[in-house]
């Protein structure tokens, strides 16, 4: 159940448009799903860009 909201999410969301099925299905074991405070600070100008927020 997780995996399938997880991949509608990855499908919903534009950067991800046109990318094949298979490929999203890939990406699911590599997700992790974060929640933060309004105006929390996740990353810092100049932190190096290890993730994809």
């Not at 499908?11 to 099925?21: D, H, L, M, S, T």
């Not at 299905?25 to 933060?36: D, G, M, N, R, S």
Request: proline share 11%.
């Amino acid at each position: 159940m997780a995996d399938e909201s997880t991949a509608a999410l990855l499908r919903a969301n534009p950067v991800f448009r046109g990318v094949p099925p298979k490929e999203i299905e890939a990406l699911i074991p590599v997700t992790q799903a974060e929640q933060h405070r309004p105006r929390e600070f996740i990353f810092m100008e100049g932190d190096p860009s290890l993730w994809l927020y």
